[in-house]
């Protein structure tokens, strides 16, 4: 399996436990992903400029709020194929690179558990200031994962 940084989905900051950061890998790197889509604007970060999404400045844009639900469900849904793509071609890429039988096993298990194989439903329930995202997805061992996410308009 691959791993990255782990993000507290509370406070969105790195956790260190012991003097080291905490790493994540498998259905919680994938849910990890998918938060960060969800919250993180497009353009935020330097060194993935086309990573996350616009949802954040749609809310208060659109008045109807059945237009605004299609319209974020619709741009949340592109977001989390281009995150899913990302992630094929960062384990396609590192199983290029892998030299030994034992390095390919690690990539092919990681591909098992942390590429999404379908979005099977996004939910948006928007009230005042608050919008709650529900995502669910199968990863390519069969793992369903639901991921809620709840953020504040303006924060």
């Known amino acids: 399996m691959t791993q990255s940084l782990y993000i507290s989905p509370t406070t969105r900051d790195l956790v260190i436990q012991g003097g080291s950061p905490v790493m994540v890998e498998g259905s919680k790197k994938v849910e990890q992903g998918i938060r960060s ?3 993180e604007r497009i353009g935020n ?5 086309g990573w996350g999404s616009t949802i954040v ?3 208060g ?6 237009a605004l639900r299609t319209t974020i469900r619709h741009r949340l849904i592109l977001a989390l194929k281009e995150y899913s793509q990302e992630l094929v071609d960062e384990l396609q890429s ?3 690179r892998a030299t030994t039988d034992s390095q390919k096993a690690i990539m092919l298990d990681a591909a098992r558990t942390e590429i ?3 979005i099977n ?6 009230e005042g ?3 709650r995202v529900k995502v669910e997805v199968t990863v390519g061992d069969g793992t369903n994962l639901n991921v809620l996410q709840n953020f504040e308009v303006g924060s």
């Not at 439903?121 to 928007?126: E, H, M, P, R, T």
């Open 45 to 49: 970060d330097q060194h993935h400029l």
């Open 129 to 131: 200031r608050t919008t």
């Open 116 to 118: 999404i194989q379908s």
């Open 37 to 39: 889509v969800i919250l």
């Open 57 to 59: 400045d749609l809310i």
């Open 61 to 66: 844009s659109i008045d109807d709020p059945n």
């Open 94 to 96: 590192t199983l290029i």
């Open 121 to 126: 439903n996004v939910v948006l329930d928007i």
